[in-house]
């Protein structure tokens, strides 16, 4: 497994943009794909943005299309989320995850989170 540890959580009033990172180490990172989870008080965690291993491809969940902007640098073992035009339901902890870049793996490398707080 891969060691992860997120930065750049706040609190920021709606419309204010917060940029995420998540170091990686322990492994070799190009070999994973990163992803971007959150947890709202209250409810279950769920998929915000994943990033293929080479940083071709990336998807999005359909709340955070054209707001959020998923990014690695494979040089730096770091991985971004970039989060533009906040809203009040953004706000949760954030997870960063990991999984090995083969079709039947699952993420199994969690960071321990950072919050992030949206004000109306």
């Known amino acids: 497994q891969v060691q992860l540890v997120e930065s750049g959580g706040g609190l920021v009033e709606a419309g204010g943009s917060l940029r995420l990172s998540c170091a990686a180490s322990?492994?070799?990172?190009?070999?994973?794909?990163m992803a971007w989870f959150r947890q709202a008080p209250g409810k279950e965690r769920e998929f915000v943005a994943a990033?293929?291993?080479?940083?071709?491809?990336?998807y999005y969940q359909d709340s955070v299309k054209g707001r959020f902007t998923i990014s690695r640098d494979n040089a730096e073992n770091t991985q971004y989320l970039q989060m533009n035009n906040l809203k009040p339901e953004d706000t949760a902890v954030y997870y960063c995850a990991a999984r090995e870049a083969i079709p039947t793996s699952d993420f199994n490398s969690w960071g321990q989170g950072t919050q992030v707080t949206v004000s109306s």
């Open positions: 322990g492994r070799t990172f190009s070999m994973y794909v």
């Open positions: 990033i293929s291993a080479s940083g071709g491809d990336t």
